[in-house]
């Protein structure tokens, strides 16, 4: 069971690069979600998703696409790159989104860098 | 709307010293109340969690006590121990809000041996 995965742990990209970050979870669960992380700032929500084929902005989506084809997978998609959107990445997971009480298990995080 | 407001770092304690990290919150309803957990180079952790009101999370040797009059649910440990060194968040979420989590801006605790 290795929980929340992130791929990749570092990224550098040019300004106006595309790329994608990688999410994928092995739990089972149905809610999946995408926050970044800046200093003095905690986390901002991007994306969310409340199972296959379902989801919807967050606090700060403008940027980034996401789309959900399976339960266990959730990629961010950065369009245009700009340096505005240096920051850590986390993707995070849930067993229930309805309720509001579960745990939401987080990965590593990838730190991107846009020069 | 919802908030979160966490006391400003980095906060620097010797072994063995007993920790405080404020937290109040701003929610309409009943929120849920979580400390996350952030060691140096890994992602957030559950450290505790408290859904009504008078309820007291504890794990670890933390505790935190959610208190509805004052609108506050702060972090204290007794003892704290070097491997207690990292970034806590609190945090918070109401059922409406689809499983969204609301963070403060976090505080990075050192202890020193």
């Known amino acids: ?115 | 709307g919802n908030s979160v407001t966490q006391m400003e770092g980095p906060v620097t304690l010797s072994e063995e010293a007993f920790l405080t990290i404020n937290c109040t919150y701003t929610a309409t309803g009943y929120p849920s109340l979580f400390w996350y957990v952030q060691y140096p180079g890994e992602g957030l952790q559950l450290l505790l969690k408290a859904t009504k009101a008078d309820d007291k999370g504890s794990n670890k040797g933390f505790e935190a006590t959610y208190r509805k009059e004052t609108t506050s649910f702060h972090l204290e440990k007794g003892s704290v121990q070097v491997s207690d060194s990292a970034v806590y968040f609190c945090a918070l979420n109401r059922g409406s809000t689809l499983g969204r989590l609301y963070f403060g801006r976090g505080t990075q605790l050192t202890v020193w041996p």
């Open chain 1, 1 to 115: 069971n290795a929980g929340v995965t992130q791929t990749p742990k570092f990224q550098v990209l040019k300004t106006g690069q595309s790329m994608t970050l990688q999410c994928a979870q092995d739990m089972n669960h149905e809610y999946m979600s995408w926050y970044r992380q800046d200093p003095g700032m905690g986390l901002r929500l991007i994306h969310y998703s409340v199972g296959a084929g379902i989801t919807d902005q967050g606090e700060v989506p403008n940027g980034y696409n996401v789309s959900r084809s399976t339960t266990e997978d959730f990629p961010l998609r950065l369009l245009l790159a700009a340096p505005s959107q240096t920051s850590v990445y986390f993707c995070a997971s849930s067993p229930d989104f309805t309720g509001g009480v579960n745990e939401q298990f987080f990965g590593p995080g990838t730190r991107l860098t846009v020069l």
